[in-house]
């Protein structure tokens, strides 16, 4: 599968960093920190988005960046708060690049699926910005499988392609490997799964009662609520005390060892936080390991829905 590569040439690194926390509960002190140690550590990829923390994120970043950014991968997206037309994707591209202090955003995404705007529209107006030397990687985020292949056909009439995909995957959400994965192994279409922790469910905090966004935000709590999921972070947790390795780390490098994965988000508020996560960049997971880990989770049943003939 060809890899997306930094503007000297060397391919995107198995893990990236997310940085929707910059601007909200990661200072710039805390972001400089952690930006050293990714990269001391290998990783040359570094996401955010236009919409987060009302652009704080894009912001903070930018300044971490520094002089090092011909040698790293900088995705941002687009806003998920309004259609994906022309207007809105030049106007925003422009301001992402602003508060980035970048030229050319090496990945831009659509943040989410655009039901009202054409296409042909969209798609046609990123392969405008990308042929400026805007953008170098046109990518997508919470599609549907379809809606990744539309993409991609309506992409080739115009001379490119999709890129990238960023979609949900972790050990208690696993919907991805169904159709999004091989359509994306099928289409050479790199995948830097966000989430691995699960919102930090897999981390096996909450086994002890510890507080966090799980238990006091209402999206996360619907979303990893279910009492098969905490049993599941519990059975990890178990495993990770008899390998000696974080669950944290164990979390994050099952997500990377999928065939189809090619570059996994992590983050943290702070680098005491990031380091378990950060420790998955030397952890390449045996078949067997691999195996172990995902027989604690349901395997999701085929598109088919004919699970009885698997």
Same mark, same amino acid.
């Given at each position: 599968?060809?890899?997306?590569?930094?503007?000297?040439? *060397?391919?995107?690194?198995?893990?990236?960093?997310?940085?929707?926390?910059?601007?909200?509960?990661?200072?710039?002190?805390?972001? =400089?920190?952690?930006? =050293?140690?990714?990269?001391? *550590?290998?990783?040359?990829?570094?996401?955010?988005?236009? @919409?987060?923390?009302?652009?704080?994120?894009?912001?903070? /970043?930018?300044?971490?960046?520094?002089?090092?950014?011909?040698?790293?991968?900088?995705?941002?997206?687009?806003?998920?708060?309004?259609?994906?037309?022309?207007?809105?994707?030049?106007?925003?591209?422009? +301001?992402?690049?602003?508060?980035?202090?970048?030229? +050319?955003?090496?990945?831009?995404?659509?943040?989410?699926?655009?039901?009202?705007? !054409?296409?042909?529209?969209?798609?046609? %107006?990123? &392969?405008?910005?990308?042929?400026?030397?805007?953008?170098?990687?046109?990518?997508?985020?919470?599609?549907?499988?379809?809606?990744?292949?539309?993409?991609?056909?309506?992409?080739? @009439?115009?001379? %490119?392609?999709?890129?990238?995909?960023?979609?949900?995957?972790?050990?208690?959400?696993?919907?991805?490997?169904?159709?999004?994965?091989?359509?994306?192994?099928?289409?050479?279409?790199?995948?830097?799964?966000?989430?691995?922790?699960?919102?930090?469910?897999?981390?096996?905090?909450?086994?002890?009662? &510890?507080?966090?966004?799980?238990?006091?935000? %209402?999206?996360?709590?619907?979303?990893?609520?279910?009492?098969?999921?905490?049993?599941?972070?519990?059975?990890?947790? &178990?495993?990770?005390?008899?390998?000696? /390795?974080?669950? @944290?780390? /164990?979390?994050?490098?099952?997500?990377?060892?999928?065939?189809?994965?090619?570059?996994?988000?992590?983050?943290?508020?702070?680098?005491?936080? /990031?380091?378990?996560?950060?420790?998955?960049?030397?952890?390449?997971?045996?078949?067997?390991?691999?195996?172990?880990?995902?027989?604690?989770? !349901?395997? !999701?049943?085929?598109?088919?829905?004919?699970?009885? =003939?698997?």
């Amino acid at each position: 599968m060809p890899q997306m590569q930094t503007k000297n040439g *060397a391919p995107i690194s198995r893990l990236g960093f997310g940085a929707m926390q910059f601007g909200r509960t990661v200072d710039l002190g805390n972001a =400089e920190e952690m930006f =050293e140690a990714c990269v001391e *550590a290998g990783i040359n990829h570094f996401d955010t988005a236009y @919409s987060y923390n009302g652009g704080a994120s894009e912001s903070m /970043l930018g300044q971490v960046l520094g002089a090092k950014v011909d040698d790293l991968i900088i995705g941002t997206k687009a806003p998920n708060d309004r259609p994906a037309n022309a207007g809105n994707l030049r106007t925003a591209l422009d +301001e992402s690049r602003k508060r980035l202090g970048v030229d +050319e955003v090496d990945i831009y995404y659509l943040h989410r699926f655009d039901a009202e705007t !054409p296409f042909e529209e969209t798609f046609g %107006t990123l &392969a405008e910005m990308q042929s400026r030397g805007l953008l170098r990687y046109i990518g997508v985020s919470n599609f549907a499988a379809w809606q990744i292949m539309k993409a991609q056909a309506v992409c080739q @009439s115009f001379g %490119t392609r999709i890129d990238d995909c960023q979609p949900m995957y972790n050990l208690v959400k696993r919907q991805v490997e169904v159709e999004i994965l091989p359509a994306c192994a099928d289409q050479n279409i790199s995948v830097c799964p966000f989430s691995p922790l699960g919102g930090g469910l897999l981390t096996g905090k909450y086994i002890s009662g &510890a507080k966090g966004r799980l238990l006091e935000d %209402t999206t996360y709590a619907a979303r990893y609520g279910q009492p098969w999921m905490h049993e599941v972070a519990g059975e990890l947790a &178990a495993l990770s005390q008899r390998s000696g /390795l974080a669950a @944290s780390t /164990l979390a994050v490098a099952w997500v990377a060892r999928h065939p189809a994965v090619t570059s996994t988000l992590i983050s943290g508020r702070n680098l005491t936080q /990031l380091q378990p996560s950060l420790d998955a960049m030397a952890l390449e997971l045996s078949e067997e390991s691999y195996a172990q880990i995902s027989q604690l989770s !349901p395997k !999701p049943t085929p598109a088919t829905d004919r699970s009885e =003939e698997t």
